[in-house]
């Protein structure tokens, strides 16, 4: 049996990817289990009923079903380049805390605007700017990073959700002059070879259970 933390993962999902940040950041060795969404393993919902990724087990059985929770583990074990003291952990908590709740919602209507009828697509935009995105762009007018010169917890727990705004429609998130400093941060990210090994295609591996 292998003695690795065993990681619940599915590529795309801006929660996993973010606690792959962490824990690749970390230089933490996992067994990564690539979940099929519509299939999830028995293993998984075994350690963790709520049926959502990433979870991640440890050897001494302890689970951790929260994607903020493992990359605090993580960076805990090993942190190299200071993500967790680049500010203030309750500011960064707070900010987190707005791109989770308020920002997620909005940007899962935008990004699924036919089910939410009540507001056109680029209404569900707007509002996502407004409420969130707005304030990142001021944050980064005179500033690399959300909370200074280099890379946070923050940053990095943005940084996928950002990314899949930015999708829905490329066109214009390419365009728009509302955001450009947001914009080049982004692609800063997405240009980190971090971010690329996590985002790397697994190998065939089929989850337990």
């Known amino acids: 049996m292998s003695t690795l933390p065993l990681l619940f993962s599915y590529r795309r999902c801006p929660y996993a990817i973010r606690a792959r940040l962490a824990l690749w950041q970390a230089g933490l060795p996992v067994q990564v289990h690539e979940v099929s969404l519509r299939d999830k393993p028995a293993e998984l919902l075994r350690l963790s009923p709520k049926g959502t990724v990433p979870v991640l087990c440890l050897p001494d059985g302890m689970v951790l079903e929260q994607s903020l929770d493992i990359m ?8 190299p380049d200071g993500w967790l003291q680049a500010a203030p952990l309750e500011a960064m908590l707070a900010l987190i ?4 709740g308020p920002f997620k ?20 935009r707007d509002e996502a700017v407004r409420a969130h995105l707005a304030d990142l762009e001021a944050r980064l007018h005179h500033q690399p990073c959300l909370f200074g010169p280099s890379w946070s917890l923050a940053d990095m727990a943005l940084l996928p959700f950002v990314r899949q705004f930015a999708q829905v429609d490329r066109v214009w998130f390419d365009a728009t002059p509302a955001l450009p400093a947001l914009r080049a941060w982004l692609q800063r990210g997405l240009d980190l070879p971090l971010f690329a090994a996590v985002m790397a295609k697994p190998t065939h591996q089929p989850a337990p259970g």
């Open 72 to 79: 605090r583990w993580a960076l805990a074990q090993h942190d």
């Open 105 to 124: 919602q909005l940007l899962d209507r935008y990004k699924y605007a036919e089910r939410h009828p009540e507001r056109t697509a680029i209404e569900w």
């Open 97 to 100: 805390a707005q791109n989770d």
